[in-house]
């Protein structure tokens, strides 16, 4: 048992070192010349250092977050004895922590305040301009889907206890199952309506940050990683929601009574939600690694 823990720690810390290194390294020219492709910036020192800037704090943010999410899941699962419990299961804490990444790397960019004279723009800067439509509506769609879920979990919730409470018959630790679990559902449905608002102010700040006066080409820059930035909170911020939901499906099911009846349609559930949340994941992290995105989705035509 402990040598199996140990060796867990040491893969696990492997990984963990290998990504930093990633993270923390120097961006590869490769990856800056893929993002001048991508957003059709010319290339020069200026952009280049520009790119590599916010490619550098984008990847550091997300790494560090998630690795955080990681080992905080595996020493939840050891002190607890338990890696059933969503706080102490890595495998949802941890895309977990680097979704929370992504978006804290964007709140963090806004902390930068331009320098010199700021310039209005003839034709006001949209959000449209910056992120699709079908990205803002899937996170609007599962903030609704998350609501959903909250509501009917304190429906069955509230079913729950006043059937045990009927049932005087019922093993005593059904019996414990009478305090409900609608606190663990009214914090997951908050959490997810604070991510959605923090979200969209986020992307609406960081279309409209002011910005001095500056070449076309330095404009066309920023207006990349405007763009990235803004999906990124809408990739990051969806997938986010979706593992929360993912989360209080597994605990309206692992709270019912009545298992077997709504375990399968609870399960299949829990496996789209987290399905998603994986691929928003990795869409999100190609925004941060543009030679993959490039090699990925191909130029922008």
């Known amino acids: 048992m402990v040598a199996a ?29 893929a993002l001048h492709v991508l957003s059709g910036t010319p290339p020069g020192p200026v952009t280049e250092r520009l790119f590599a800037a916010y490619l550098s704090r984008a990847r550091r943010y997300r790494t560090t977050w998630s690795i955080a999410g990681w080992l905080g899941g595996v020493v939840l699962a050891v002190a607890l004895h338990d890696n059933t419990a969503a706080f102490g299961n890595p495998f949802l804490t941890g895309p977990i922590g680097y979704l929370a990444g992504a978006v804290v790397a964007e709140l ?28 803002q509506r899937l996170l609007r769609g599962l903030v609704l889907l998350m609501g959903a879920v909250s509501g009917i979990g304190l429906v069955l919730d509230a079913t729950n206890r006043s059937d045990i409470r009927a049932r005087p018959d019922l093993p005593p630790y059904l019996m414990r199952e009478a305090k409900g679990f609608w606190i663990p559902l009214v914090v997951l449905g908050a959490v997810a309506v604070a991510v959605w608002v923090i979200v969209e102010r986020t992307e609406r700040a960081v279309v409209e940050r002011p910005r001095p006066a500056m070449a076309e080409d330095l404009a066309r820059a920023d207006d990349a990683i405007r763009a990235s930035s803004v999906q990124a909170l809408a990739l990051g911020g969806a997938g986010f929601i979706a593992l929360l939901g993912c989360w209080a499906v597994s605990v309206t099911a692992n709270g019912f009574v009545d298992y077997d009846a709504l375990h399968p349609w609870a399960l299949l559930l829990e496996l789209a939600l987290f399905a998603l949340a994986i691929r928003l994941a990795f869409r999100a992290r190609r925004l941060a690694w543009p030679l993959r995105k490039l090699e990925v989705d191909g130029a922008p035509r």
């Open 108 to 135: 963090h960019h806004l902390r930068r305040r331009p320098h010199g004279a700021r310039t209005a723009s003839l034709a006001p800067r949209r959000l449209a301009d910056y992120v699709q439509a079908r990205q």
């Open 5 to 33: 823990l140990v060796l867990s720690v040491l893969v696990v810390g492997a990984f963990a070192v290998h990504f930093l290194a990633k993270a923390y390294g120097p961006v590869r020219t490769e990856d800056i010349a």
